[in-house]
């Protein structure tokens, strides 16, 4: 257990990314990825994660105000979007792109509107959820090694 | 994005696998990131890009730079699996695909055109850790052919040590004849017994676009159905080719081709086009792009035409004149890029253009076609007939009598299911362009012809190139280019002098993505790549890019990919 507070409150806040089901062992991966080359990396990846999702969220976004709905565009997008969330283990919104492509392949307009306002509504929580946890990490400084969820 | 640098062509000094040179491609550019972090903790040599065509570009610039390629299935220049066979083709190098979808036929797919091995995303690094045994596996089936080299008795024909490796990637890449080595296998055999008699060992060849444009006419001037490695050996007239160099490839190529006919649909919705018999070239030169020189200075037979135009527009367009629209002018142009000479021909049955439109090809295609029509007929036909100009789908080889003629198919393969919805969206402008020509028989609205659309300053010159060359084409026939000047593109920087204009000067803000009905500006940096394009990979380079490497460039670099892309992208917008 952290000693430092701010170290702790850290732990604290990382474990529950994963106890809530927000991010996968990807996230792990990142997070060993990082050293003294790139004492940033997870945040730096994950920052360029929402920056070029943003752009896939909109293509959506103006696809799905044209009708009838392009199914295929539709899954084309979120096959991207869903690859580009994976990199960095976003679970919940990972597992929200699949439901969307499914809407997608089964032609399910309504379904598909749905399950992209659900996937927004994760993705914003998450991104909440970094920026805080991010925040916080430069606050506490460099960490040695990444701790496995239990 | 850009690539990071990396130690090119000197073989790895350290133990392997460590500096084992890998170039990542993938559009995403969050994984590029990740993968090039993890590549580097594997001690590899990474090199990153996140175009296909940049990706062959570098491999191309550096033949014996990379040992493998990793890549993903989906991008939205080129498909992932023509990348493959690509590479496979010319360079020969393992490529691993990747994909966050691992669905069966997916994969199979992957490994149908090639591919040495299929990763699911998310990708660990401990995948990673172990591609070099792809790269092992290749040389110990090249090494054979490696040992024949002077002064190369000590190399330990085992499959153990690394030595052997290490021994074998020196000589693949420094060869003094430049990555061709080679020399009868059979030779080798005996003594040598290297490992699993397996029936692929090749030497490191590397299939330029001009080996590959000898082995083509050999194949075609044998007869497809004839051909057989020993014969073609014989006519390519090619010393250190051996036997079973030609029997790979024709391999590959017989499996290439055979893709390309069952994706091939069209028959009538394709534009395919019709080398003219350009009395100045031989067959591969007229296509040729480093042939550079095929237009016909002036003289006009009747029915064909030739202007400069990116490899693959030409390949694909396939403009049967209908009506008067007979010999188009060709000008000399000395046009760096690839040239293009196009067969009008007096048929009225072209059918709409609306077929091949759809895809880059055909986009590029009609563009061309239009380009030319507009500047040409008016020269020397009355234009009276040219909305009963039709062109008509055409999957005739374009090569000239390449082998690779058949790239015209991917012409039509392109047209897959996105096919139709782009077809309608472009059909409208088609009309539209029909009926500028009626009206005008001079320029028409270059606006309506090259809406374009460019991703990069590339795609701009590319199409730039184009337009210059049909510019410079057309002004010796006096044929007043002006709409293409007109035209939003950044024709407006393009340098009047035609050939070479600076590409530097095009404007950047052109970029409007144009794809299907998807408009997004689009700034240069790749960061904000319109996904548009995503959803029909087909829709870039397909065909023409086959062409084009084919064609290929050489060191004239007579034809730059990157412009072929961006024909195929900006210039039917």
């Known amino acids: ?150 | 994005m850009v690539l990071a640098e990396s130690g090119f062509s000197s073989p790895r000094n350290d133990a392997f696998p460590a500096g084992l040179r890998v170039l990542v491609v993938d559009d995403d550019p969050t994984w590029l990131k990740i993968l090039e972090k993890m590549l580097k903790k594997c001690s590899y040599e990474v090199t990153t890009c996140c175009l296909a065509r940049e990706a062959l570009n570098l491999l191309r610039e550096r033949k014996d730079g990379y040992d493998i390629v990793i890549s993903d299935v989906n991008m939205p220049d080129m498909d992932g699996f023509k990348l493959l066979e690509h590479v496979g083709l010319e360079m020969d190098l393992p490529v691993i695909m990747m994909s966050v979808d691992g669905e069966t036929s997916r994969v199979m797919k992957g490994v149908q055109h090639g591919a040495c091995d299929y990763l699911l995303k998310p990708i660990r690094m401990k995948e990673l850790r172990n591609i070099w045994q792809h790269v092992f596996r290749k040389k110990i089936h090249e090494v054979r052919d490696i040992e024949s080299l002077e002064g190369f008795e000590s190399i330990q024909m085992t499959r153990s040590g690394y030595d052997l490796f290490d021994d074998g990637h020196f000589l693949s890449g420094d060869d003094t004849t430049s990555g061709r080595k080679r020399k009868d296998a059979d030779n080798k055999h005996d003594d040598r017994e290297l490992s699993d008699p397996s029936s692929t060992k090749k030497a490191r060849v590397v299939w330029t676009v001009d080996l590959h444009q000898k082995f083509v006419k050999a194949v075609n001037q044998i007869g497809f159905d004839k051909v057989g490695p020993k014969k073609i050996l014989d006519l390519m007239n090619v010393p250190w080719l051996t036997r079973e160099n030609v029997a790979s490839h024709l391999q590959k190529y017989r499996l290439y081709l055979s893709r390309l006919q069952k994706e091939s649909d069209i028959k009538n919705s394709f534009i395919g086009m019709k080398h003219s018999d350009l009395p100045s070239k031989d067959s591969t030169a007229s296509f040729g792009p480093h042939k550079a020189m095929n237009m016909i200075p002036d003289d006009v037979p009747n029915g064909t035409y030739s202007f400069s135009a990116s490899n693959s527009l030409a390949q694909n367009v396939d403009l049967k004149g209908q009506g008067d629209l007979k010999g188009i002018t060709s000008a000399p142009v000395a046009e760096p890029k690839g040239a293009l000479s196009i067969d009008i021909h007096d048929s009225h049955e072209a059918k709409s253009t609306q077929m091949s439109f759809d895809h880059s090809l055909g986009s590029v295609d009609s563009a061309v076609s239009f380009a030319s029509f507009n500047s040409t007929t008016p020269l020397q036909y009355p234009w009276t007939e040219i909305p009963e100009i039709q062109f008509k789908q055409e999957c005739e080889p374009l090569h000239l009598e390449n082998g690779f003629s058949q790239l015209p198919l991917p012409g039509p393969s392109m047209i897959e299911n996105e096919a139709n919805r782009s077809r309608i969206e472009v059909k409208p402008l088609l009309d539209e362009c029909r009926s500028n020509f009626v009206e005008h028989l001079g320029p028409v609205g270059a606006e309506d012809l090259f809406p374009i659309q460019s991703k990069s300053q590339s795609l701009n010159n590319q199409v730039f190139d184009l337009i210059s060359a049909t510019k410079s084409s057309m002004k010796t026939q006096d044929v007043g280019l002006n709409y293409l000047a007109d035209s939003e593109f950044a024709l407006r920087n393009l340098n009047a002098s035609g050939v070479g204009v600076p590409l530097a000067t095009l404007s950047e803000d052109l970029q409007i993505c144009w794809l299907q009905g998807d408009c997004y500006p689009m700034n240069y940096g790749l960061q904000d790549l319109e996904c548009s394009t995503y959803d029909n990979p087909g829709l870039m380079a397909e065909t023409p890019f086959h062409l084009y490497d084919v064609l290929r460039f050489d060191h004239e670099h007579l034809f730059d990919p990157t412009e072929y892309y961006a024909i195929d992208q900006g210039l039917f917008a």
Do not use: W
């Open chain 1, 1 to 150: 257990m952290e000693r430092n507070p701010i170290r702790r409150q850290l732990a604290i806040m990382r474990q529950s990314l994963f106890d809530q089901g927000h991010v996968d062992e990807q996230f792990v991966q990142l997070e060993e990825l990082q050293d003294d080359a790139n004492p940033n990396f997870v945040e730096e990846v994950v920052t360029l994660y929402y920056r070029d999702s943003a752009r896939i969220i909109l293509n959506i976004e103006q696809a799905l105000e044209r009708k009838p709905f392009d199914f295929r565009k539709l899954d084309a997008y979120m096959h991207q979007f869903k690859g580009s969330s994976s990199s960095i283990g976003a679970k919940k919104v990972k597992a929200e792109s699949t439901l969307f492509r499914e809407c997608c392949k089964s032609g399910n307009g309504e379904g598909c509107m749905r399950s992209f306002q659900q996937l927004k509504k994760e993705y914003a929580t998450l991104r909440k959820k970094f920026g805080a946890y991010f925040q916080l990490a430069r606050q506490a400084g460099p960490v040695e090694t990444a701790s496995r969820p239990k």
